[in-house]
């Protein structure tokens, strides 16, 4: 008899096999007559696997002949007696007293071990004899997300071709069944045996018919709902079609025959071509094949004149050029005759006789002149003025070699050393292990301030917040590992990186300043942030939301644009958690372009990385990158994606075809909306797996577009030479931000400690005209925490 059913107990175990029966409201037992008490009792009805829809209980249903009492255990525990309703009957063929228990199940007890482990229940039934266990029913949440894993794509398909439509139904519980329509009406395969629905849900049409052209939807429901999908346009076209030839005609007048064809089997329709080729064919007919005509009278008339009229013409041609020679003769002997009285003397009118070498008095063109012609190419670029430039810049150079003053402290020169130092001390149970990621330092009273360069996190230590007279070795680090990564549930979203400082449990007279950055769109009517923090144990408890911050609480937030500044009298493992209140909540998403560095292949990839807008994350992308080789190729853009439940989509365009190809099958690549939404993937990215036609190629432009479906979208125009600049991430870009990672007292701090001073005292005292510290936090819209910001708020 198990030790949990106290209930039982108070009747009397010994009262209750001795055939006694509780009363009041201990009524789940019951006496077995003496002929039946060596009955194992036997399940008439088991509970069954069951889902809570929305918020309505479910009902487990037990019942047993013979049985004494029935309880039920639900997760290994015994479900109180009160929460069980019982009923007996005999069963009148028997004799055999039945009874039966049912319970019933909330969502809220199902939610308690969400993500632990499934929640089922069992039922024991007793008799004098023994106990049996029934089968255990398990209990799930119904649901049915909104977006489509796949959705059907429109076609143009030709007639009596295969047709297939892809559809990947939403994530639910149970799984959503399929079904498909075509302009509204649901295509049934048992009717239509040249269709079939396939076991992975795609639809299937053997031999395209006219009358399978129409809108295409696929529908998913279950318990919970019923989605439908985008709808897909079908277009079946017919190609027109060559009749046969028809036969040769009779032979003709001109001795030609000819034949004729129509294009109506098929004729052309729905946007299908025309028929190809010739539609009237002729021949030459042959010599026997040519009607044979006879030559009248008249016709002989005629060819004998025509043959008279050209043998005159002829006779008449010879007399003219005869006639013309003889008086050319006669002219050439006139002149000879002449020229015995003009010797010796030549008229000015006369040209001279052309020399034997008279060609080398032509001008020649001049080969040594020169034309300039512009070499480059006639597209138009894009400006570059504005480019992100990996080579030049202030943000490249070198760290300054200058040293800072420490006033009444000490920096760590071994961040190793110091933590293998401070490993040794039992309180120190969150010590950091990642020092490229971590900062460390030793303060005291003078305060200071720690960074992790180009991640946008530090830790401001105001003077007097160490205790005078403490030392204390302070550090700070972004967490990456898995096994810390926030439980988070329903529209909960990670909207900044998990921080942690310590060593936990010091005392501080005053709040510390923890800034980092945030992704959410700074608007707080769209959202409830809570900041969460790890406890001793490793789990996470809520410490503060903001808008709702009590004077008396050790926290507070001040949320600006892109930063959060965390006021916090207790160090520790700190994160921000949004959770939407509506659609309109946006994260900002950094999308990043890299490529190879070097390209020796037809292939060349282009990843695309879809990360939040938090510098701690781009970091250890540029980091990641450089130990591929890959290189930034356009400046990264930020994209608001809203918790609207759509996916995000990703594609590439104008491409020069005569160059370039995609490899992508698909019109785009996609990233489902909740691996994005949830934050627990640090970063994303999709790669475009190009080819280019030629070795030779090295120029690419292209279009690459990211969007939300129904939200926001960016994109890259990209133009660049693939074999130029193939260096990889330099390693100069990630030391950007020059800021030291520990500062030790004044010189920590962007406001002198004299000037400090004088503004608190003199915005400290009341002033009658308003111009005081309550004005200034009034102002700010930080009246709530003024008295705090004007002691703590020393940058």
């Keep these: 008899m198990p030790s949990l059913l106290g209930p039982f107990v108070r009747c009397g175990l010994v009262l209750l096999f001795a055939g006694f029966t509780c009363t009041g409201s201990e009524h789940a037992t019951a006496t077995l007559p003496a002929a039946f008490s060596d009955l194992l009792p036997h399940f008439l009805v088991e509970p069954e696997d069951e889902f809570i829809v929305k918020n309505k209980p479910v009902t487990l249903t037990c019942r047993s002949s013979p049985a004494t009492q029935i309880y039920f255990k639900c997760n290994g525990e015994w479900v109180h007696q009160d929460d069980h309703l019982i009923e007996r009957t005999v069963d009148p063929a028997t004799a055999l007293p039945i009874m039966q228990v049912t319970i019933d199940i909330t969502r809220q007890q199902v939610e308690k071990i969400f993500g632990l482990d499934e929640y089922w229940c069992q039922c024991v039934a007793w008799s004098t004899t023994g106990t049996q266990k029934s089968q255990k029913a398990y209990i799930r949440i119904a649901y049915l997300r909104k977006n489509f894993e796949e959705e059907p794509q429109g076609k143009e398909v030709a007639l009596d071709q295969e047709v297939l439509l892809r559809c990947h139904p939403p994530e639910g519980v149970p799984q959503a069944e399929v079904e498909w329509q075509r302009n509204e009406d649901v295509i049934t395969p048992a009717s239509d045996p040249n269709v079939f629905i396939t076991t992975d849900y795609n639809l299937v049409i053997k031999k395209a018919r006219l009358a399978d052209t129409g809108n295409y939807t696929c529908v998913a429901k279950n318990i919970v709902a019923r989605r439908k999908s985008t709808s897909a346009t079908v277009l079946v076209y017919v190609d027109g079609g060559w009749s046969e030839w028809s036969k040769w005609s009779a032979c003709g007048a001109d001795c030609s025959m000819w034949r004729s064809r129509e294009c109506t089997q098929p004729s052309p329709g729905t946007g299908g071509k025309d028929c190809q080729g010739l539609d009237l064919q002729s021949l030459n007919c042959t010599s026997e094949q040519c009607p044979q005509t006879v030559s009248g009278a008249e016709d002989v008339a005629l060819y004998v004149g025509m043959v008279a009229v050209a043998l005159c013409l002829t006779l008449l041609l010879i007399v003219v050029v005869l006639v013309y020679r003889r008086k050319k003769e006669d002219l050439d002997a006139d002149v000879a005759d002449s020229s015995i009285l003009t010797t010796g003397f030549q008229p000015m009118g006369i040209k001279p006789s052309k020399p034997e070498?008279?060609?080398?008095?032509?001008?020649?063109?001049?080969?040594?002149?020169?034309?300039?012609?512009?070499?480059?190419?006639?597209?138009?670029?894009?400006?570059?003025?504005?480019?992100?430039?990996?080579?030049?810049?202030?943000?490249?150079?070198?760290?300054?070699?200058?040293?800072?003053?420490?006033?009444?402290?000490?920096?760590?020169?071994?961040?190793?050393?110091?933590?293998?130092?401070?490993?040794?001390?039992?309180?120190?149970?969150?010590?950091?292990?990642?020092?490229?990621?971590?900062?460390?330092?030793?303060?005291?009273?003078?305060?200071?301030?720690?960074?992790?360069?180009?991640?946008?996190?530090?830790?401001?230590?105001?003077?007097?917040?160490?205790?005078?007279?403490?030392?204390?070795?302070?550090?700070?680090?972004?967490?990456?590992?898995?096994?810390?990564?926030?439980?988070?549930?329903?529209?909960?979203?990670?909207?900044?990186?998990?921080?942690?400082?310590?060593?936990?449990?010091?005392?501080?007279?005053?709040?510390?300043i923890l800034s980092m950055d945030h992704c959410s769109d700074a608007c707080l009517d769209n959202w409830a942030i809570r900041l969460k923090k790890q406890n001793y144990e490793g789990t996470w408890e809520d410490v503060l939301l903001m808008g709702e911050e009590l004077v008396s609480e050790p926290y507070y937030c001040q949320l600006e644009a892109e930063t959060c500044r965390l006021f916090s009298e207790q160090l520790g493992t700190l994160a921000l958690v949004g959770e939407s209140l509506h659609m309109g909540a946006a994260k900002r998403l950094r999308l990043v372009l890299f490529s190879d560095a070097y390209c020796s292949t037809l292939e060349y990839n282009i990843r695309v990385y879809c990360m939040d807008d938090t510098q701690d994350v781009f970091k250890e992308v540029m980091q990641m990158e450089r130990q591929l080789g890959g290189r930034l190729i356009d400046e990264p853009h930020v994209l608001l994606f809203k918790d609207s439940y759509h996916n995000l989509r990703l594609s590439i365009h104008d491409m020069p075809q005569a160059h370039w190809r995609s490899k992508l099958l698909a019109g785009y690549q996609e990233i489902p909306f909740y691996h994005i939404w949830n934050g627990s993937q640090r970063y994303l990215h999709c790669t475009f797996t190009l080819e280019r036609l030629s070795l030779s190629t090295c120029e690419l432009t292209c279009q690459l577009c990211v969007w939300q479906v129904e939200g926001e979208g960016q994109s890259f125009s990209l133009d660049f030479n693939i074999a130029k600049d193939t260096r990889a991430v330099d390693s100069e870009f990630l030391l950007m931000d020059s800021t030291a990672a520990a500062l030790a007292g004044p010189s920590a701090f962007q406001i002198p400690y004299l000037i400090r001073q004088k503004i608190c005292s003199s915005l400290d005292a009341p002033c009658p005209n308003g111009a005081d510290w309550r004005m200034l936090a009034q102002r700010l819209k930080l009246e709530r925490r003024s008295k705090r910001l004007c002691l703590s708020h020393t940058r």
């Design 357 to 512: 070498n008279s060609h080398l008095l032509t001008i020649q063109p001049d080969l040594t002149t020169t034309t300039t012609s512009y070499q480059g190419t006639l597209r138009s670029r894009h400006d570059t003025t504005g480019k992100f430039s990996m080579t030049n810049g202030p943000l490249l150079d070198p760290l300054p070699n200058g040293s800072h003053t420490l006033h009444n402290g000490k920096l760590n020169s071994d961040p190793a050393e110091f933590v293998s130092r401070l490993s040794t001390q039992s309180y120190f149970k969150t010590l950091p292990r990642d020092v490229a990621n971590s900062s460390y330092g030793t303060f005291n009273f003078l305060g200071g301030r720690l960074t992790i360069p180009s991640t946008g996190i530090s830790l401001l230590i105001p003077p007097e917040a160490i205790p005078r007279g403490k030392i204390y070795e302070i550090y700070l680090t972004v967490q990456r590992k898995e096994d810390l990564r926030l439980p988070l549930a329903g529209c909960q979203t990670l909207l900044s990186p998990v921080v942690s400082c310590g060593p936990p449990g010091v005392v501080l007279s005053r709040p510390v």
